[in-house]
């Protein structure tokens, strides 16, 4: 059995451009390729200097996929935490870009009123 128009929606499985779209402003691209990767030395240093507190907050906001290999024991606490650290400043960084742009455009509307 075939849906009509399938071929418009070939390559949107998982592990292919579904990931790059929006969720609550965060793109799932930068969740996937920090998962496949080892943190950098300067986010293991911050996590390592983290409270209890903070790394408790910190696990609490995890990803999902992040989680499930801290669970499986594929990565040690401190390499999570790290992880995780290095996704949210890659977030902050998208929001911050995102942000920049709806201002200059902002200011280009107002400037032609």
């Known amino acids: 059995m075939s849906f009509p128009n399938s071929s418009k929606f070939k390559g949107n499985g998982f592990g292919s451009n579904v990931f790059s779209q929006s969720r609550n402003g965060c793109l799932y ?4 390729s920090a998962t496949n990767k080892t943190p ?13 507190e903070q790394a408790e907050f910190l696990i609490m906001r995890m990803d999902v996929k992040l989680g499930r290999r801290l669970d499986d024991h594929k990565l040690i606490p401190l390499e999570a935490l790290a992880m995780q ?24 509307l107002q400037n032609q009123l």
Do not use: P, V
């Open 40 to 52: 950098k030395e300067e986010y293991l240093k911050k996590a390592s200097s983290l409270t209890k």
């Open 29 to 32: 691209k930068s969740i996937i």
């Open 85 to 108: 650290l290095e996704i949210e400043d890659e977030h902050r960084k998208e929001l911050h870009e995102n942000f920049a742009e709806i201002k200059s455009r902002f200011n280009q």
